[in-house]
C-alpha cells in the first residue's frame, strides 16, 4: 500500500511538471499582441539599478534612457507601460512564464540570447569595457590575469568572458547581483576590475563623488554589441509594432534627443 501512495505521488508531481512546462512552451510561442492592446497594458522587465537605462532615483521613481524610449514606442499605440524589477540573472524564466511582456534594459544582442528570445532592431551601440582605480597600474586586459575580476550575473559581460575570447583573462572572477554592488568591492580592494557596459561605466562613474579614482579601459579587439528589446519568439505583432515605434522615433528626431539628454551627444545612436 505504502509503495502505491508513493508511486502515485510521483506520477502526480510528474504530471504537474510536465504540465507547467507545456503552459511555458505555450507561452513562449504565442502571438499575445491582442491581449496587450484590449488591456492597453504592457509590462516591461528591468534590473532598477542598471544606469543610465533603466534605475530607481532616491524618491523611488524609475527613469533612465530606455524608460523613455518604451513610453515614446508605446504611447504611439495608446498602451500603458508597466515597469516590473526583476532578478536579472532569471530575465529569461521572466519571460516564458508570462510575468513580463518584455525584457528592455541595456539589453545586447548575443547569439546564446537569440537561442532563447527574439529581438527587436537594435537602437544603440555600446561595448564592454574595463574599470579599475587609477592607482592600481592596471592599463591593459591583459593584465587582469594576476588580478580578480567583477561582472554582473546574466550580463553580457558575464556571456561575452566566457566565450572561447582571447582578450581577457582574470586569475578570478566574481559574480554580483547588481553592478552597484561591484564598484563597492572595487573601492575595498577584493576586486580589483569590473568588466561591464561602456554605457553603464561612463555614466556611473561620471555622477560619482570621486569619478577621477577611476580609469575606463578600452580594447579594440572587444566587439561592439548592440542594445535590442527582448521578447518570446512567439510574439511576432509586438516584435513588428516595436520596430515600427522605434523607426518612427528614428524619423522624427525622438532617439536622437534621447541620445543627447543622457549622453549630452549622439555618438551611440544607429541612424540607420
Not at 530607481?56 to 524589477?85: H, M, P, W
Not at 519568439?233 to 528614428?250: F, I, P, S
Amino acid at each position: 500500500m505504502k509503495k502505491k501512495w508513493i508511486f502515485a505521488l510521483i506520477s502526480f508531481f510528474a504530471l504537474f511538471l510536465t504540465g507547467c512546462e507545456s503552459v511555458q512552451q505555450r507561452s513562449n510561442t504565442q502571438d499575445t499582441w491582442n491581449k496587450i492592446a484590449r488591456k492597453k497594458q504592457v509590462v516591461i522587465g528591468l534590473d532598477d539599478s542598471f544606469v543610465p537605462m533603466g534605475f530607481e532615483k532616491k524618491n523611488g521613481q524609475l527613469t533612465g534612457y530606455d524608460i523613455d524610449l518604451a513610453k515614446a514606442v508605446f504611447k504611439q499605440y495608446g498602451i500603458r507601460v508597466s515597469f516590473q524589477t526583476i532578478d536579472w540573472s532569471m530575465n529569461v524564466t521572466e519571460l516564458r512564464n508570462g510575468t513580463i511582456d518584455l525584457l528592455w534594459n541595456g539589453y545586447s544582442i548575443t547569439p546564446e540570447r537569440k537561442k532563447k528570445v527574439a529581438f527587436s532592431r537594435p537602437y544603440l551601440r555600446n561595448r564592454q569595457v574595463l574599470v579599475v582605480k587609477k592607482n592600481s597600474g592596471i592599463n591593459s586586459f591583459n593584465q587582469m590575469h594576476k588580478y580578480e575580476l567583477g561582472m554582473q550575473t546574466g550580463s553580457t559581460a558575464e556571456q561575452w568572458y566566457e566565450t572561447k575570447q582571447k582578450v581577457l583573462h582574470a586569475k578570478k572572477t566574481v559574480l554580483y547581483d547588481t553592478i552597484s554592488n561591484s564598484f563597492l568591492d572595487l573601492n575595498a580592494g577584493r576586486i580589483q576590475g569590473i568588466l561591464l557596459d561602456e554605457v553603464y561605466a561612463n555614466y556611473y562613474i561620471a555622477h560619482m563623488t570621486k569619478s577621477k579614482d577611476y580609469q575606463v579601459i578600452q580594447n579594440d579587439d572587444v566587439p561592439m554589441d548592440f542594445f535590442a528589446v527582448g521578447m518570446r519568439k512567439g510574439d511576432k505583432t509586438l516584435r513588428k509594432k516595436v520596430n515600427a515605434g522605434l523607426v518612427r522615433l528614428q524619423k522624427n528626431g525622438g532617439l536622437r534627443r534621447l541620445n543627447e539628454k543622457w549622453f549630452g551627444q549622439d555618438s551611440n545612436y544607429l541612424g540607420k
